[in-house]
Each structure stands twice: as C-alpha cells, then as structure tokens.
C-alpha cells in the first residue's frame, strides 16, 4: 500500500509541475532532422539542438545550452551511440571525453584560464 501510495504521490508531482517544450523539427536533404529544443520555461532560450537520422535515431553533433545562451555540452553521434569526442563545458574547466561505439576510451580534463 505504502508503494502504491507514494507512486501515485510522484506521478502527481510529475504531472503538477511538467510545462509543455517547444520543439521545432527541420527536414534536411540528406535524410537528417534537425531538431530544437526549448526550455520549457523560457520558449525563447533553446536547451539542445542537433539532429535524428532517418530511423530517428540521435545522429551527428547536438549542442547543449544554459539559459544565458552559454555551451555546456558539445556530444557526437553515430546512429544513436556515443562515439567520437565530447566536450563538457564547466565553470573553470572543460573536460573531453572521446567515446566509441559507446565506450569510454578517453578522458581530459583542461583548465580554463580566465583573465
């Protein structure tokens, strides 16, 4: 009872506080969608963009973004695996990770120098 309870206590917060995102799709010529996502509470700042093959897998570069329009992640697919290089932006630091086929097969961390 006691896990029923608190399954209908998520699904009501989930539901209480979820906002619609604005989403735009482009078609491309070369069988590639082109896909921007918004943040849900600012329509106007966009979170994510990058791109779906044509089995809607994620494929190619998607860039990740903070409200103020900065880069946070800069990820690369190859038909919806992880592969290639990754670049996490942090404050002071940018950390790369190179992925193949989803593995792990190296990791950077660069500090930034702020003058």
Avoid: P
Wanted: glycine share 4%; charged share 25%; net charge positive.
């Amino acid at each position: 009872m006691k896990a029923i309870l608190n399954l209908v206590l998520m699904l009501f917060c989930v539901t209480a506080f979820s906002q619609e995102q604005k989403v735009d799709y482009k078609k491309l010529d070369n069988d590639l969608v082109q896909a921007t996502y918004y943040f849900a509470d600012n329509n106007e700042a966009v979170e994510r963009e990058g791109f779906f093959n044509k089995e809607g897998k994620l494929h190619n570069t998607w860039i990740s973004y903070d409200l103020q329009g900065n880069k946070t992640v800069i990820a690369n697919y190859n038909n919806g695996k992880k592969d290639g290089v990754w670049t996490y932006f942090k404050k002071d630091k940018v950390n790369v990770v190179t992925y193949k086929l989803n593995k792990i097969v190296n990791v950077e961390e660069k500090s930034l120098a702020v003058n």
